[in-house]
């Protein structure tokens, strides 16, 4: 089945690292920035751009605050109808146990909100879709960390069943990952599971499609790019936060204080 995604715009936005640099792009539309796990990688980590170091995350919720920012919610963000001035949305792919323990209690201290898309077969469990192909084993958030997220008025959302590329499925595949997925956490939270993340970021129309007819209101990619009026509520952009390139400017610029 073939693979289709979003033509990137040639203006597209490099991964995020401090709001001085994309204070313009911000200004034109509402950004949402992606990130996965918060923390120090272990030593033998594959995929170490997953990883943000604590004190970045809690220097970039400071620097927002202190520059008049908000956290807005998907249902705000997709009905505003024009850019928001000052807002952010703030998504943690996969539910890694870091985000309830090193994200969690700074979302809190600044008063930003964010949402996490829970791989719905996995919680409690571990990334198995990332050790298959060599990836170190990494703790997924339980049942108890979940609802200790919701009850500090933070959003979950959808992330299929078990995390697998929905294009390489077959549509029945695909669309049992989505709706069982939805399912199974709004019969375990209580809750209307209304926004989505496609796992690697792999959509096609069909898939799109899918997500739409099983209930959800909108749906993240992992192509670069913020979102203007009019954007495909199924197919958001998203910027990737990550650790600066290593430069002496970075370096004395950006290392905690």
Request: glycine content about 8%; overall charge neutral.
């Amino acid at each position: 089945m073939a693979l289709s995604r979003p033509i990137p715009s040639p203006d597209a936005l490099p991964p995020y690292t401090n709001l001085w640099a994309y204070r313009k792009r911000f200004a034109e539309a509402a950004p949402i920035l992606m990130y996965h796990k918060i923390g120090s990688p272990p030593l033998g980590t594959r995929f170490r751009g997953l990883y943000l170091p604590t004190w970045l995350l809690e220097r970039q919720l400071c620097e927002w605050k202190l520059a008049g920012w908000a956290s807005a919610r998907f249902e705000d963000f997709i009905e505003a109808g024009t850019p928001m001035r000052r807002q952010i949305c703030l998504t943690f792919d996969d539910g890694y146990a870091s985000v309830h323990q090193e994200a969690l209690p700074l979302l809190r201290g600044q008063g930003f909100q964010a949402i996490v898309f829970l791989v719905a077969d996995r919680i409690g469990g571990s990334n198995d879709w990332d050790v298959v192909i060599g990836e170190k084993p990494t703790a997924l958030m339980d049942r108890v960390q979940i609802e200790e997220w919701m009850q500090a008025g933070q959003e979950i959302g959808g992330h299929t069943l078990s995390h697998p590329s929905l294009v390489r499925l077959t549509p029945s595949e695909a669309l049992r990952e989505i709706v069982d997925g939805k399912k199974k956490l709004e019969d375990l939270f209580g809750r209307s599971i209304d926004h989505f993340s496609y796992p690697y970021g792999d959509w096609n129309p069909r898939i799109r499609d899918f997500v739409a007819e099983a209930g959800y209101r909108t749906a993240c990619t992992v192509e670069r790019g913020v979102n203007g009026p009019g954007a495909d509520p199924f197919l958001l952009r998203r910027i990737m936060a990550c650790r600066p390139p290593r430069t002496l400017r970075t370096l004395f610029g950006l290392m905690p204080g």
